[in-house]
T-cell receptor
Framework: NAGVMQNPRHLVRRRGQEARLRCSPM?????VYWYRQLPEEGLKFMVY????????ESGMPKERFSAEFPKEGPSILRIQQVVRGDSAAYFC????????????FGNGTRLTVT | SQELEQSPQSLIVQEGKNLTINCTSS?????LYWYKQKYGEGLIFLMM?????EEKSHEKITAKLDEKKQQSSLHITASQPSHAGIYLC???????????????FGKGTLLTVNP
């Protein structure tokens, strides 16, 4: 199965620690997106990346959050100094192109901050 | 206010029954995406609609985008327990509109199919 792979599936961090979420897009997809699903809320767009470039980060909090998609390896969403409000499901998606091309989502990483 | 309204919020049907889920926007939709999510899992892409009046079908699921491109419906014929899950519609409702990635999602419709 060559779907979008995310790991870990579950991540527990204490307040103040760093969280690193990884995403490998579908084979042949060079566009990667991160979404967040907070409890009782819908999915919210965070950031769109292509290889080595951030294309749109308008949905990402200005502090503590960063994302990268290096030339080699998976995309990484990094959350520094996590707080309880960061507890959520983080979904990665990928697509063939940024136009007329549906997003295919991974199974998500569920982050719990204690 | 919610930019994409889904109705109903939840739905319980007997196996074999037909059902319809609606997704309404106050803005013109340049692309409308239907997904299904099972609890604790990711979103499964179902269908993409772009043109007013467009209708697409996959197995027993049919989705339509109305002529004004402000409402979409998802219809399931002869429902089965495997259809159970949360159905989500998503679209770019930003002022620039039209992207396939900056999606706003509805709150979802929870479908339960009783055998």
């Amino acid at each position: 199965n060559a779907g979008v792979m995310q790991n870990p599936r579950h991540l527990v961090r204490r307040r103040g620690q760093e969280a690193r979420l990884r995403c490998s897009p579908m084979k042949g997809h060079s566009h990667v997106y991160w979404y967040r699903q907070l409890p009782e809320e819908g999915l919210k767009f965070m950031v769109y990346l292509q290889k080595e470039n951030i294309i749109d980060e308008s949905g990402m909090p200005k502090e503590r959050f960063s994302a990268e998609f290096p030339k080699e390896g998976p995309s990484i969403l990094r959350i520094q100094q996590v707080v309880r409000g960061d507890s959520a499901a983080y979904f990665c998606a990928s697509s063939v192109s940024s136009y007329n091309s549906p997003l295919h989502f991974g199974n998500g990483t569920r982050l719990t901050v204690t | 206010s919610q930019e994409l309204e889904q109705s109903p919020q939840s739905l319980i049907v007997q196996e074999g029954k037909n059902l319809t889920i609606n997704c309404t926007s106050s803005k013109t939709l340049y692309g409308l995406y239907w997904y299904k999510q099972k609890y604790g899992e990711g979103l499964i892409f179902l269908m993409m609609l772009q043109k007013g009046g467009e209708e697409k079908s996959h197995e027993k699921i049919t989705a339509k985008l109305d002529e004004k491109k402000q409402q979409s419906s998802l219809h399931i014929t002869a429902s089965q327990p495997s259809h159970a899950g949360i159905y989500l519609c998503g679209a770019d409702v930003s002022n620039s509109g039209g992207s396939n990635y900056k999606l706003t999602f509805g709150k979802g419709t929870l479908l339960t199919v009783n055998p």
